[in-house]
């Protein structure tokens, strides 16, 4: 009798290994600094551990509730009340999740029928699309304007169509690090109000906004509001990355569909993770120091770039800093950051990934959720290009 595989049909046949897992895996091949993948050098506050701890020695170790620890949902409804001035009910429109990839694929699922479109913003993270794919719809990629990575209403004005289930935003932004500003959540607010269309809004990088300014949430806009699931981390918020803990804000109505995906998908979260961090959170301090804890990274790298061959981009949000290469190399930008990693010892990543057609506009990404050592590590290699 022989043995037989039987062959698969690809449910997502475009999909191979993430840009992240490979230069990653380049970086630690060839010693460099690892600048791309956006996960933090440093751990998180011994407090939160000693918190997870305790949870763990007072016996939660067990299923949590599916939707979340109690505990964990009213300190995250209090969080956003306090911060964005928007109430939620505990019971009915939190859910806690497996990190916010996992959130995002459950309100895909939850909402997107077969042939549904869904708007997503170029360059956007890569696992929206497919996404879109397992839940049968189709995704529609409008440009944010090249440069500025600014959105272009009119273009997703012409994007809507009857078919038009949701649209994704995603602010502060991976990867050009820009955020939106009251005014284009206002525009996005006027455009979808006569509509039925469905907002997931991606905000895991709330608490980094720099330079004075506020995070305009989806929940700070109550015709937003009423229509989006809002997404956050407890990874990237307390450099946790590795817990993959989220949260997913809602009106019930779309929560309770919501969470008849997510207790087929998830059922629950690390019960002790979530005891923890609704222990941790009581303080506001460490959330409400993270832009400045962050922007002095971001300054930090700036400076040691000033004068560099490198043209920085504005940089308004999250831990990333988006650089203009043209001056330095002809190269594509694929190929630069695997020339980078291999010659000059500091890993980076081509925005292109984030673009469905590989839009190339000579642009590379650098995660600054590093330690000051392997900035100025970095900073010293990157100012001899």
């Known amino acids: 009798m022989t043995e037989r595989t039987p062959a698969l049909v690809s449910r997502l046949p475009q999909v191979g290994t993430t840009i992240f897992s490979v230069m990653s895996a ?4 060839c010693g460099a600094v690892n600048l791309g993948q956006g996960f933090p050098d440093f751990d998180c506050d011994s407090a939160l551990l000693d918190a997870v701890g305790q949870a763990m020695r007072a016996g939660h170790n067990q299923y949590a509730p599916m939707a979340g620890v109690p505990a964990l949902r009213q300190a995250v409804a209090t969080k956003i ?13 939190i859910t806690i999740t497996a990190g916010a990839t996992q959130a995002i694929l459950t309100a895909i699922l939850a909402i997107v029928h077969p042939g549904d479109e869904v708007i997503v913003l170029d360059p956007c993270y890569d696992s929206y699309v497919p996404n879109i794919a397992l839940a ?25 169509t009857p078919r038009t289930r949701a649209i994704i935003i995603n602010s502060p932004h991976n990867p050009s690090a820009t955020t939106w500003s009251e005014g284009d959540m206002r525009q996005l607010q006027d455009l979808l109000a006569h509509t039925d269309i469905l907002l997931i809004s991606d905000e895991v990088y709330e608490h980094m906004v720099f330079d004075g300014a506020t995070h305009q949430s989806a929940a700070r806009f109550d015709g937003l509001a009423a229509r989006a699931f809002i997404v956050s981390s407890f990874g990237k918020t307390f ?17 309770a569909e919501f969470r008849k995906v997510h207790q087929f998908n998830v059922f629950s979260v ?9 222990h941790y959170l009581q303080d506001p301090a460490p959330y409400l120091q993270l ?16 004068g560099s061959r490198l043209r920085l981009l504005p940089a308004t949000g999250t831990y990333f800093q988006c ?57 010293e290699r990157l100012r001899k290009l």
């Open 26 to 29: 380049l970086a630690a091949q």
């Open 81 to 93: 009340e306090a911060t964005h001035a928007r109430p939620y009910c505990t019971e009915a429109e």
């Open 136 to 160: 049968g719809g189709v995704a529609v990629r409008v440009p944010l304007t090249p440069g500025t990575f600014r959105p272009d209403f009119d273009k997703i004005s012409a994007a809507i």
């Open 239 to 255: 450099h946790v990355t590795g817990w993959k803990v989220g949260t997913v804000a809602a009106p019930a109505p779309l929560m």
């Open 270 to 278: 690390n019960t002790p993770m979530q005891h923890g961090l609704a």
């Open 291 to 306: 832009s400045a804890f962050y922007q002095a990274k971001r300054d930090l790298f700036r400076q040691g770039l000033e």
């Open 323 to 379: 650089v203009d290469i043209s001056a330095v190399s002809d190269l594509s930008e694929a190929d630069f950051c695997q020339w980078l990693t291999r010659e000059v010892g500091v890993a980076a990543i081509p925005l292109s990934a984030f673009y469905g057609d590989g839009f190339d506009q000579r642009v590379v990404r650098f995660c600054f959720a590093k330690q000051d050592d392997t900035l100025r590590a970095a900073i």
